[in-house]
Nanobody
Framework: QVQLVESGGGLVQAGGSLRLSCAASGRTFNRYATGWFRQAPGKEREFVAAISWSGGRTLSVDSVLGRFTISRDNAKNTVFLQMNSLRPEDTAVYYC??????????????WGQGTQVTVSS
């Protein structure tokens, strides 16, 4: 069993930065890939970025390439999402998830409760 807790969300102006953290408990966490997804009001949950269990592979949606960076520290059971050059359209609740490395919602088994990111124009 893996429990995930996100933190680091907040209100930021367009062009600003935030760093999200996903802290995991459970000894098997390091066996899983970790993904970040987001859901804006009235929209479906969408993939943002993923990182393999070793950290050797990463995957991102085109809209965040060059702006968001995913990383992990397995010694601390934590995954990060560094978000730069934020835009109003990045406003959403951001969720981290642990599972199989992919950009598909259904391949992730464990989910956090989410953290709100709001970008003002």
């Amino acid at each position: 069993q893996v429990q995930l807790v996100e933190s680091g969300g907040g209100l930021v102006q367009a062009g600003g930065s935030l760093r999200l953290s996903c802290a995991a408990s459970g000894r098997t966490f390091n066996r899983y890939a970790t993904g970040w997804f987001r859901q804006a009001p009235g929209k479906e949950r969408e993939f943002v970025a993923a990182i393999s269990w070793s950290g050797g592979r990463t995957l991102s949606v085109d809209s965040v390439l060059g702006r968001f960076t995913i990383s992990r520290d397995n010694a601390k059971n934590t995954v990060f999402l560094q978000m730069n050059s934020l835009r109003p359209e990045d406003t959403a609740v951001y969720y981290c998830a642990a599972g199989d490395y992919s950009d598909t919602y259904s391949t992730y088994y464990y989910w956090g409760q989410g953290t709100q990111v709001t970008v003002s124009s």
